[in-house]
C-alpha cells in the first residue's frame, strides 16, 4: 500500500524499536498489550473530541 507520507528516521527508529519488543512477547503478554493499547487509542478519541468541541465552542470550557 502506498502512504501518503513518510516517517521520519526517528519515527522509522521506534518503530522497529517497537517491533523488536513484540516479537520478544508471549501470547499473553501481546493480548494484554493490545487491549491496553486500544484502551489508549479509544481514549485519545475521546479526548480529541472533546478539544475539537471546544475549539469549535460546542461544548462549554469547563466540566461541571
Known sequence: MHEPFQF???QQFSLRS???Q???MSREQAQD???KLYEQMMMREIMYQYFL???WGIQPK???
Open 18 to 20: 517497537f517491533e523488536t
Open 53 to 55: 468541541k471546544q475549539e
Open 8 to 10: 521520519s528516521l526517528e
Open 22 to 24: 513484540v516479537k520478544h
Open 62 to 64: 469547563s466540566q461541571p
Open 33 to 35: 498489550f493490545l487491549v
